[in-house]
């Protein structure tokens, strides 16, 4: 079909203040966003998860469809953890980021950061998240876009059960939609498919790269894809520095056997406070072993270091806890 006849057969509406294209004949319909915006004036829960390959295009996408929802959207609804999440809904903000409150409707993006953290501990904090949207539905409406690479990288109970939606990136531009349907009579998970998606990037007359990374504009362009690659930037930055600290912390206490570790934290035994069921507590130890021999353990070796304790030295603790009985 030539472009002459092509344009003669699409209309135009205005969606969020986007042009967006209809043809009954064609088949070009804005139906996703139609399904959500009916889902969301029914005050219904709706998480979208986004997937495919690096570089594809999912975050762009995750961020233009909550524009044409709400026309309001900006990047201080884009979150990376549960934490910033809790901050976003209950009208708290970064560092930096000017004051924003979410009201009924407005979108949410959880990006993904598996790149950055690990994915037990991100699938834990989405899983709150959702659980905190789907809560807020009485009050609240706000749908939640997740670009992921992919969708085994979540929850379990998360990608069967609290997702509505199953967006797969084919290409830039292109992707496919599925409505995500567990059976209420077996454990079985249905994948629909329910239609194409093709679109242009937004802002696309303002700049025509596919991408800011590279862009010797970057730090100064005010586009929302600019200001969305300035964020992620900041704040993966913080977390590479997290983890480069977790990282010589782990580097540190390699050089000292478990046994010598052990050693110093029984030596601090005097100043340990006690839980209610008898056992020092774990950060008490954590911060003591940092405070008295400058050595950074993650939380999850002090744990170890605390059991080995107790199996080494069980009078110690016997009788508190029967005390504490």
């Known amino acids: 079909m030539s472009l002459e006849l092509l344009q003669e057969k699409l209309k135009w509406r205005n969606i969020g203040g986007y042009a967006v ?21 029914r ?22 469809i909550p524009r ?41 993006v959880f990006d993904e950061p598996s790149y950055a953290i690990g994915h037990r501990e991100w699938a834990q904090q989405l899983n709150k998240v959702i659980v905190k949207t789907i809560e807020s539905q009485r009050f609240l409406v706000h749908p939640l876009f997740i670009p992921v690479v ?15 939606y199953q967006v797969i990136m084919k290409d830039k531009s292109y992707g496919t939609v599925y409505r995500i349907s567990p059976s209420q009579f077996t454990g079985k998970i249905y994948n629909r498919k329910m239609c194409d998606l ?4 937004l802002d696309i007359d303002q700049c025509d790269r596919e ?22 930037q900041a704040i993966s ?13 782990k580097v540190q206490a390699a050089k000292v056997s478990e046994e010598e570790l052990e050693e110093k934290l029984y030596s601090l035994r005097d100043r340990f406070v006690y839980t209610t069921h008898g056992f020092p507590d774990t950060v008490i130890c954590e911060l003591l072993l940092q405070e008295e021999y400058n050595l950074k353990i993650p939380r999850g070796d002090v744990e170890r270091l605390k059991r080995r304790m ?6 110690l603790f016997r009788g508190r806890r029967k005390s504490q009985e």
């Open 310 to 315: 107790i199996l080494h030295h069980p009078e």
């Open 43 to 64: 005050r219904m829960a709706t998480n979208v998860v986004i997937t495919g390959e690096p570089g594809i295009g999912k975050s762009y996408l995750a961020t233009d």
């Open 21 to 41: 294209a209809e043809s009954r004949e064609l088949g070009i319909a804005p139906y996703f966003l139609n399904t959500i915006g009916y889902r969301i004036n």
């Open 68 to 108: 044409i929802l709400h026309k309001d959207f900006s990047v201080e609804q884009v979150v990376y953890t549960h934490h910033q999440y809790m901050d976003l809904i209950t009208g708290h903000t970064l560092v930096g980021d000017p004051p924003h409150s979410l009201k009924m409707g407005e979108p949410i």
């Open 211 to 232: 991408s800011c990374l590279g862009c010797r504009r970057l730090q100064t362009c005010m586009i929302f894809r600019a200001q969305y690659e300035r964020r992620k």
């Open 237 to 249: 930055g913080e977390r590479y520095e997290k983890g480069r600290e977790v990282t010589e912390a």
């Open 198 to 201: 093709y679109y242009n990037l």
């Open 150 to 164: 992919n969708k085994s990288l979540l929850d379990v109970v998360v990608r069967s059960y609290l997702l509505q």
